[in-house]
């Protein structure tokens, strides 16, 4: 993950550059495409590689919607889980983050789920209702299709953590509200703000209830979820996923009225997991109650199995059937999902030169070029991660500016930049012909 991360940035920060004179919309469309085909990555080690069956109690939609994810939170896999469902309905690249404030800092990725769509958030008192509100409204304007992952208790449940349990319910009990065993009481603001400034814009709720088999000891009693090192790990067998669409029309939006809606929400979360984890009867102990559905991936949708690198397909790891694959031979194209990293690079090298080009002696056209030409470059490198034999747009792009970068440099004599951009345009051209020989 770390790994790939900055190639990954580099991508996006190219195309982020390039469609600052594009609309909104066009921006979202080709970031949620990125974003897709990276946490396609993600999944494919958290649920294929470690094996993990994914078993799901009701009906998911099969049409994207514009959603707001509500789950119980018990640890850092939970994340991931979310990512689960989204790609289901082919919604993976819309999913955005109601995150801890404190998460912002975290290395590269902090910074980009911003960007991408997600709000950062204080607790009580320092909560920022105004920021959230322009956060969310201004993707609203800008029509961004919305997957929004929020964990309401605001917290992770941990049996172990006596005095956090303790402590919530006392607050549920001083406040008249039910007290929960296997869920905190939860927070509204944030849920209760995410749904009032979009309802405009949301389809409905996806009300999750999230259960790890494993989490029984011996005597009964409930132990803490599987951290994410524990789930790689394999020390998860089954993930049970209770599943209920709540249509946005149906829930209150008055904040009285809300709490109570979402307290009950999570009051029935608690009967589901009770009966998980406590039920009497064998049968239905560590089970949702209903029919429960194996849920398997579809590799040929998700898995990047393989980077393409100085014209090279090097197979990376795949598993079909279960059945490790290591550094064999792809012949089934449908099976293989690439991403075109060097051409993205290769865009934003292009529209980076005409930025500085414009920054140091003023030249629009300088700009301009590096835009239309990046911009192609971009769109191009997005064809290849498709499909690598789709070359047109990418040699086009790369063989006119190496035709006239180099005509440049002739005539200047002068390396930077136009012998670098010349050179750089020159081996992307071969690259591009030396991929549809291979």
């Known amino acids: 993950m770390l790994g790939t991360a900055p190639a990954y940035l580099l991508s996006w920060g190219a195309w982020r550059l390039l469609s600052s004179v594009l609309p909104a919309r066009v921006y979202h469309k080709l970031d949620d495409r990125l974003y897709c085909i990276y946490q396609s990555m993600v999944l494919f080690f958290f649920e294929n590689y470690t094996g993990v069956e994914i078993v799901i109690y009701g009906d998911i939609p099969k049409k994207k919607e514009n959603v707001i994810y509500l789950s119980n939170h018990q640890c850092t896999a939970d994340w991931i889980i979310a990512d689960m469902l989204a790609i289901r309905q082919s919604a993976l690249g819309h999913v955005r983050y109601v995150l801890k404030d404190g998460l912002k800092w975290l290395p590269l990725y902090g910074w980009y789920f911003s960007q991408h769509g997600g709000a950062y958030v204080k607790r009580s008192a320092k909560f920022n209702e105004k920021a959230m509100k322009k956060k969310l409204f201004t993707q609203t304007q800008a029509g961004a299709p919305m997957y929004l992952v929020i964990f309401p208790e605001g917290t992770r449940y941990n049996p172990e953590l006596k005095n956090v349990i303790a402590d919530s319910q006392a607050f549920a009990s001083k406040q008249g509200l039910a007290v929960l065993r296997h869920t905190l009481t939860p927070r509204m603001r944030a849920s209760h703000i995410a749904i009032d400034t979009m309802k405009g814009h949301l389809d409905a709720v996806y009300d999750v209830t999230v259960a790890y088999e494993g989490t029984l000891d011996p005597s009964g009693q409930r132990k803490p979820a599987p951290s994410m090192p524990e789930f790689l790990c394999k020390e998860c067998p089954r993930v049970h996923i209770h599943f209920d669409r709540v249509d946005i029309k149906e829930i209150p939006t008055e904040p009285v009225f809300f709490r109570r809606w979402l307290h009950e929400r999570f009051e029935i979360k608690d009967r ?167």
Do not use: H, Q
């Open 272 to 438: 589901l997991l009770t009966n998980f984890y406590e039920s009497k009867d064998e049968d239905k102990i560590c089970k949702f109650p209903g029919e429960g559905k194996t849920s398997p991936l579809n590799l040929s949708k998700t898995l990047p199995s393989v980077v393409i690198l100085g014209g090279l397909t090097l197979p990376l790891l795949l598993t079909e059937n279960g059945r490790k694959l290591y550094g064999s031979a792809v012949t089934d194209r449908s099976f293989v999902m690439a991403v075109d990293w060097i051409g993205f690079a290769y865009a934003a090298a292009i529209a980076f030169g005409g930025f500085m080009g414009y920054k140091r002696k003023g030249s629009v056209m300088s700009l301009m070029a590096g835009l239309v030409f990046g911009g192609l470059s971009a769109y191009g490198a997005l064809n290849v991660s498709n499909d690598s034999k789709d070359i047109k747009v990418s040699l086009l792009a790369s063989g006119v500016l190496s035709v006239v970068m180099g005509m440049r440099y002739k005539k200047s004599g002068k390396l930077m930049p136009a012998g670098i951009m010349a050179g750089l345009s020159l081996l992307m051209v071969f690259r591009l012909l030396l991929l549809i020989m291979v």
